[in-house]
């Protein structure tokens, strides 16, 4: 009997079991939508911009543009006006607004560079380090201070005081020699060019030898 | 008999197959904090300056500020009503909290640090996390004699026109605006002119 009615009971597994699928796939259906946001863990990027990790400094970065570093691109986060006006050596020109246009993103999207972001300040840059970071964007840096900083210590370094230790001096005599690569033009520069013994390539001289003309013998 | 004996395997596999399914649903895990706006959207809000507030028009009920700085700066001093989250501490669950009883009565944050720079990562988590009643008050906060002085400043303003600086300088040094081309002075023969030595006429006819 018992027998019997399992196997009444097993004749109709198939429905049984297909029923089952049937209502486990409406759940899913009714799951709330899950919007899922591109972006890496919201604590890491907290972690990663409370971090002062991404600045580099003026010194560096002018060190780095004088040697000519061919692994780092320089981004100007500001708009085209500002750009137009002034922007460091070689930049390229992202505006914010622009950031992630697909011309201009390879820039930023890539991790075979050393990427420098920049503005007047570092409040855009930062905005904008933040906002690639959470799309997991390698190799970014800040300029920290942005050009303001890079005005007040390469192209202008104040003068460092008497009771200064030698480091300023060597500091500022390091920034001054970097604010002429950039351009800028001392007034004891122009007296010292003038000075300046004017180098000339010391002269080869070649000596041609000439033929030794042979006595002339005989005659007819 | 013999069918039923096949059967039963079927059903057993079924059953755990639906089993993992239940138990794959019932153990997953939504990540507790997640991002409610996409970048793209992030970018139109920071690019438009109305997030900007400065220090004259805090004065509204409605405004609740908000000091990012570490404790020991906050206790040194603060904006009148300032409530101190750390800008490290921003996710916790209890400052979470915060923030959420604040958008439901409708209060607007206000964002503050040591300058405005520092409120930049709160504000831009706190954002893409789906707070919009959020705003950075651009000040910059620096102490006087142990006194906290706020002062108001402008964002992102340019001190100095560089190119006009290094034209001045140019001008002050009295150099010429283009370095002239170095002539490379090719090194010069000098073939010296030997002069023949007359050779005493020999013979001839």
């Not at chain 1, 209502?23 to 972006?39: C, F, H, N, R, S």
């Not at chain 1, 137009?84 to 505006?95: D, G, Q, R, S």
């Not at chain 2, 990012?68 to 996710?91: P, Y």
């Not at chain 2, 964002?111 to 930049?120: C, M, R, V």
Request: glycine fraction near 4%.
């Amino acid at each position: 009997m018992i027998n019997r009615n399992l196997v009444k009971v097993l004749s109709f597994r198939y429905p049984i079991i297909a029923a089952i699928f049937l209502i486990l796939a409406g759940g899913l259906v009714l799951l709330p939508k899950y919007e899922k946001q591109k972006g890496i863990a919201p604590q890491e990027l907290l972690n990663k911009s409370t971090s002062p990790e991404r600045y580099i400094s003026t010194d560096q970065l002018a060190d780095i543009i004088i040697n000519q570093d061919p692994s780092y691109i320089f981004v100007d986060v500001r708009d085209e006006e500002s750009f137009n006006k002034y922007t460091l050596p070689n930049a390229v020109n992202i505006p914010l607004k622009q950031l992630f246009d697909e011309d201009l993103v390879m820039y930023l999207n890539q991790d075979q560079f050393d990427v420098v972001l920049f503005s007047n300040d570092n409040f855009y840059a930062d905005q904008a380090w933040i906002l690639c970071n959470r799309l997991k964007y390698k190799n970014l840096h800040v300029l920290k201070g942005g050009l303001n900083e890079w005005y007040n210590t390469i192209i202008n370094p104040p003068f460092p005081n008497e009771n200064m230790p030698a480091q300023d001096f060597e500091l500022f005599s390091a920034r001054k020699a970097a604010s002429m690569y950039f351009g800028v033009a001392y007034p004891e520069q122009a007296k010292k060019e003038v000075k300046a013994p004017i180098k000339t390539a010391p002269k080869k001289i070649v000596p041609v030898k000439k033929k030794k003309k042979m006595p002339v013998e005989g005659g007819c | 008999m013999k069918e039923l004996e096949k059967t039963k395997r079927l059903s057993i596999a079924a059953v755990i197959s639906i089993l993992v399914v239940l138990i794959g649903l019932l153990t997953f895990k939504r990540p507790k904090i997640v991002y409610n706006v996409n970048a793209a959207t992030t970018i139109e809000k920071i690019t438009n300056p109305d997030y900007l507030i400065s220090l004259n028009n805090i004065n509204n009920p409605d405004y609740i500020l908000i000091d990012v700085r570490n404790k020991f700066e906050f206790d040194r001093g603060h904006l009148e009503n300032a409530i101190n989250i750390d800008a490290s501490e921003i996710l916790e669950d209890e400052n979470l909290k915060i923030f959420n009883e604040l958008k439901k009565d409708n209060k607007t944050v206000l964002l503050y640090g040591k300058n405005p720079n520092e409120a930049i990562p709160p504000y831009m988590l706190l954002y893409q996390l789906g707070f919009d009643n959020l705003k950075i008050l651009t000040v910059e906060n620096s102490y006087q004699q142990n006194k906290l002085v706020t002062k108001n400043i402008e964002i992102e303003k340019s001190v100095a026109d560089i190119n006009a600086f290094i034209q001045e300088s140019i001008k002050k040094a009295e150099v010429q605006p283009k370095p002239q081309p170095k002539v490379v002075s090719t090194p010069k023969k000098i073939v010296p002119v030997k002069k023949k030595k007359k050779m005493p006429v020999e013979g001839g006819c």
